[in-house]
């Protein structure tokens, strides 16, 4: 996978044959295609584990004690600041159907795993979750979030702030039944504004 993943990006996903990359990890085009029968199932794996090494990024760079709303908001602003400037997912993007990075992201079924585990965890009481949410319906609003998000049909949702602002004013009042206060109040002269 690291021979790969450094072949594509100095190569690109054309360039980057399953004989040359094996012959880069040191194994051969034969031990090559009994781990990855095509180069689809190759780009489904590197997709997979940077899916999951975002993951793991995600949860390092969560305070301790981070509640539900901060955990969402924070992973999904990484998603939308970071994600989308990957270079090899960048790079792979290129050959999906519409060339987003988003497309990759829907096709890996370990997102799928991801959005079940998280919901499966969730609990009405506890995460102060809107009663009545079926959790299908909680996993498919991240994901579409998520996509959303990745596409840019948000305004400026590469920067942080206006992704979490985002989020903290449309996202959690749908999933939260007291969401936080979307935007801090701060007072200016003798008057109480929003930012």
């Known amino acids: 996978m690291d021979a790969a993943e450094r072949s594509i990006l100095a190569r690109g996903f054309q360039a980057s044959t399953m004989e040359l990359i094996a012959r880069e990890a040191g194994y051969s085009r034969a031990a090559m295609y009994r781990h990855f029968p095509n180069r689809r199932r190759l ?25 539900l709303a901060d955990m969402l908001v924070e992973s999904l602003v990484i998603v939308a600041t970071e994600l989308v400037d990957d270079p090899l997912l960048q790079t792979l993007s290129e050959h999906t159907e519409d060339g987003t990075i988003a497309q990759l992201i829907v096709q890996d079924p370990s997102l799928s795993e991801l959005i079940t585990l998280l919901v499966d965890t969730l609990d009405l009481d506890r995460d102060g979750l809107r009663e009545g949410l079926h959790p299908n319906d909680v996993a498919q609003y991240l994901v579409t979030t998520a996509i959303t998000l990745l596409i840019g049909v948000v305004p400026d949702s590469s920067n942080p ?17 007291d969401p936080p206060d979307p935007v801090p109040v701060f007072k200016r002269g003798n008057q109480l504004r929003r930012r």
């Open 43 to 67: 780009l489904e794996e590197l997709v997979a584990r940077k899916t999951r090494g975002l993951q793991q990024h995600i949860l390092e760079r969560l305070p301790a004690g981070s509640g």
């Open 161 to 177: 702030e206006t992704a979490r602002r985002y989020l903290r004013t449309f996202f959690l009042p749908a999933l939260l039944s």
